[in-house]
């Protein structure tokens, strides 16, 4: 499958911890990343390769897989974590990208 | 500082074409692919290809194969999105990306250029 599917929408209190997943065939055997991205802005990459954070992303963001599944888990969710949030890996041949549908976070 | 900045806004009428540039800075420009990324309004991103600025080579995401030309000019650092026969659909911000994570110049996105058509 060339395909990753993210829930549409997720909300999460203050404070607490949330996983936005994101599922396809390819993540198998690619690693995912992941942006976030606020209204009016480019996307802004939070994790690549799994788990690693570019420089000045902070370390309450971290990934994981399992199976086809990946994972952005949110520790302590702030006010400005609300935001959309997308995976996006490669196919098999290596050449294509995709991205999941995205995940609209609220933090209640 | 690794930048790209994008043309402006267009408002195009079916049927017609669009040619968005896209100027790349801080970085050596013909030595990482340069990728297009769109995004309908209110919908999700979407990879449109990339393009090898050194070599021409493309890859096309499978619904953009045929109306999509992607192209780069080495002697001013800038890559070229031409769409033609644009429908309704293709009202979107595009996207001009060096999606290189974790290495040199890095996930650099341009600013976007609103594209939309309408009659």
């Known amino acids: 499958s060339s395909e990753l599917t993210q829930d549409p929408a997720v909300s999460v209190a203050l404070g607490q911890t949330v996983r936005i997943t994101c599922q396809g065939d390819?993540?198998?055997?690619?690693?995912a990343s992941w942006y976030q991205q606020k209204p009016g802005q480019a996307p802004v990459l939070l994790i690549y390769t799994q788990n690693n954070r570019p420089s000045g992303i902070p370390d309450r963001f971290s990934g994981s897989t399992s199976g086809d599944t990946a994972f952005l888990t949110i520790a302590g969710a702030r006010a400005e974590d609300e935001a959309d949030y997308y995976c996006?890996?490669?196919?098999?041949?290596?050449?294509?990208?995709?991205f999941g549908g995205g995940t609209k976070l609220t933090v209640l | 500082q690794v930048h790209l900045v994008q043309s402006g806004a267009e408002v195009k009428k079916p049927g017609a074409s669009v040619k968005v540039s896209c100027k790349a800075s801080g970085y050596s420009f013909s030595s990482y692919y340069m990728h297009w990324v769109r995004q309908a309004p209110g919908q999700g991103l979407e990879w449109m290809g990339r393009?090898?600025?050194?070599?021409?080579?493309?890859y096309f995401g499978q619904k953009f194969q045929g109306r999509v030309t992607m192209t780069t000019d080495t002697s001013i650092n800038t890559a070229y999105l031409e769409l033609t026969r644009l429908q309704s659909d293709d009202t979107a911000v595009y996207y001009c990306a060096t999606l290189t994570a974790g290495v040199y110049p890095g996930d650099e996105w341009g600013q976007g250029t609103l594209v939309t058509v309408s009659s």
């Open positions: 393009i090898n600025p050194s070599s021409g080579n493309i």
């Open positions: 390819s993540l198998r055997t690619t690693y």
């Open positions: 996006r890996s490669r196919d098999s041949s290596g050449n294509h990208l995709m």
